[in-house]
């Protein structure tokens, strides 16, 4: 399985941004799907955001679409989420999670998981 560490997270004021970087390690890079969820204390993990393989199909969350941007660069085996115009309401801990080739949504499809990287979003 591949190892995921998450970067990049912090404190920014609401309309700010943020670039969030997970870097995998121990697989095979260009093979995995990867994807970024978010959770708050006592609630479920929530998809964010994914992209494929191949770079070629990505997927968003409708509470970030337009707003969020993830990328992947292969040679440096490290999947991007670019955050822009942030709200209070994207406080969470992010997290990255690998699985084969394709995207889903569904957390418990992801094979490997970071540790996590907090964001707050003042007011």
């Known amino acids: 399985q591949v190892q995921l560490v998450e970067s990049g997270g912090g404190l920014v004021q609401a309309g700010g941004s943020l670039r969030l970087s997970c870097a995998a390690s121990?697989?095979?890079?260009?093979?995995?799907?990867m994807g970024w969820f978010r959770q708050n204390p006592g609630k479920e993990r929530e998809f964010v955001a994914a992209i494929n393989w191949d770079g070629g199909t990505t997927d968003y969350a409708d509470s970030v679409k337009g707003r969020y941007t993830i990328s992947r660069d292969d040679a440096k085996n490290t999947v991007y989420l670019q955050m822009n115009s942030l709200k209070p309401e994207d406080t969470a801990v992010y997290y990255c999670?690998?699985?084969?080739?394709?995207?889903?949504?569904?957390?418990?499809?992801?094979?490997?998981w970071g540790q996590g990287t907090q964001v707050t979003v003042s007011s």
């Open positions: 121990g697989g095979t890079f260009s093979t995995y799907a």
């Open positions: 999670a690998a699985r084969k080739f394709f995207v889903v949504r569904t957390a418990s499809r992801y094979d490997s």
